[in-house]
């Protein structure tokens, strides 16, 4: 992983259950070895069902303490450029895109409702606040 800001590589469940990215293939060490007790087929089952466990406690218990609502409770911090964040999107939230903030919209009383934001695509996308996750990267 890169400490560069403005790489969009993250870490992810996959890095913890494959040690490296979910998209990359088996070594063929790991396809020819007669010792594995379990096969490839059943491992990539056993990988999908562990990582769907994972996003599935992650969406459930971290990221909606992202999401702060009680507004009466405490002033929250207004996005700001450059800040990363999470598109929630009505998909699974497997395909939930990282992006970055490069624009934003206050509104009449100062707080920011509405946000454009780029991709790692480079596609931008504008989108309420509500459906931004902001990621603990300030200091």
């Not at 293939?25 to 769907?52: D, F, G, K, V």
Request: charged share 20%; aromatic share 6%; hydrophobic share 35%.
């Amino acid at each position: 992983m890169s400490s560069d800001p403005s790489d969009f590589k993250t870490l992810t469940a996959g890095h913890f259950l494959t040690m490296g990215p979910l998209v990359t293939l088996p070594s063929p060490e790991e396809l020819t070895n007669p010792t594995a007790s379990i096969s490839p087929r059943n491992r990539w089952s056993l990988i999908q069902q562990i990582h769907q466990h994972f996003w599935l406690r992650w969406n459930k218990e971290y990221l909606h303490t992202l999401q702060e609502r009680p507004k009466w409770a405490h002033q929250n911090v207004n996005l700001q450029e450059n800040d990363l964040v999470i598109v929630r999107e009505p998909s699974p939230p497997l395909t939930w895109i990282t992006a970055r903030v490069v624009e934003v919209h206050p509104g009449t009383d100062g707080v920011v409702r509405v946000a454009k934001v780029k991709t790692a695509q480079e596609k931008l996308l504008t989108r309420p606040v509500v459906k931004l996750c902001p990621l603990p990267l300030r200091n």
